[in-house]
């Protein structure tokens, strides 16, 4: 089965930082683009990072650029999304999704996971 499984969103307090996973399942991971997506409560998607497949380019939504860091590990086939300082609007749920593979097809998302919620409250 081709897969996306988020993990380790949670309640945080302002300022805080969570670590979440991406689990990656049926392909060959490390040939793919992978991105983070968030969507705010009552909110559309948002896109916050990318990361190329084999981690030498990554990229961050303004919004999140000097808090959140995206890396990956491709001999366990998942994907992080490290945040740090986190703010009441970081308050969302997370996907990961896969790049279709295209070259030139920016910001083609064909696999989704069902996502991990991020409340940052006090």
């Known amino acids: 089965e081709v897969q996306l499984v988020e993990s380790g969103g949670g309640l945080v307090q302002p300022g805080g930082s969570l670590r979440l996973s991406c689990a990656a399942s049926?392909?060959?991971?490390?040939?793919?683009?992978m991105y983070w997506v968030r969507q705010a409560p009552g909110g559309g998607l948002e896109w916050v990072s990318t990361?190329?497949?084999?981690?030498?380019?990554?990229y961050y939504a303004e919004s999140v650029k000097g808090r959140f860091t995206i890396s990956r590990d491709n001999a366990k086939n998942t994907v992080y999304l490290q945040m740090n300082s986190l703010k009441p609007e970081d308050t969302a749920v997370y996907f990961c999704?896969?790049?279709?593979?295209?070259?030139?097809?920016?910001?083609?998302?064909?696999?989704w996971g069902k996502g991990t919620l991020v409340i940052v409250s006090s």
């Open positions: 990361i190329n497949h084999r981690a030498t380019s990554v």
């Open positions: 999704a896969r790049d279709n593979g295209i070259s030139g097809d920016y910001m083609a998302m064909d696999l």
């Open positions: 049926g392909f060959t991971f490390s040939n793919f683009y």
